[in-house]
């Protein structure tokens, strides 16, 4: 058998499958066989082969590949190697996504997960602020880590990760929200003089950050 072994997979793997005898009686075309995770590929339990066939894994999982064969003298020969197989993106979210606008600070749950068979590779699993690069420049995060914006305005989150086998997930927010500022209200020609006349009064009303005034 040449090729890799032992490795993490994302896609369907190629193998190409190699039998040969070095000297004397020559191989026994019906004893050449492959069996996929049990030891025992000899007679009809093996699938026969001939040197230099390809064969295709797309189940994932751990595999492990047997060879076994024979010469006409009776020699004998076996093989084993591992192929791991996960086909499946990791999935990574966070919740308290909103279109409201909040005026406390918003503590929000990150998730990060994989179904495959391979494991999150944890350096990878990442979450940044405002920029999609977070596989570059974010900050590592485990499952059920709770983080808090307390940065006034709209704010958009990412979240990246991948697992062992090299499949790959991303995830954006809608925007978090976040005004803390309180509206400013004033009127002026307030006085605690008598007027004799009728009062000119302006009112004022401002919100200095984020949400606007309501108009409810």
Known sequence: KSGDRNCNFSLDISINLSASDGW?????????????????????????????????????????????????????QTWSGIYRLDKTNPVVSANNTSAAWKNADINITLSASDAGWSALNAPTVKYRWDNLDCVGG????????????????????????????????TWNSNLYKLDKTNPVVSANNNSAVWKNLDISITLSAS?????????A
């Open 24 to 76: 004397g009686s020559n191989l026994d075309p019906t004893t050449v066989r492959y069996r996929w995770d049990n030891s025992n590929c000899t007679g009809w339990w093996g699938n026969v082969f001939v040197n230099g066939q390809n064969i295709t894994l797309s189940t994932e999982w751990d595999h492990v590949l047997y060879l076994c064969a024979a010469d006409y003298a009776g020699n004998t």
């Open 138 to 169: 974010g900050t590592v995060f485990v499952n059920g880590t709770v983080i808090t914006l307390s940065t006034e305005w709209q704010h958009t989150l990412y979240l990246c990760a991948a697992d062992n086998a090299g499949n790959t997930a």
């Open 207 to 215: 919100d200095g950050w984020g949400s606007m005034l309501s108009n």
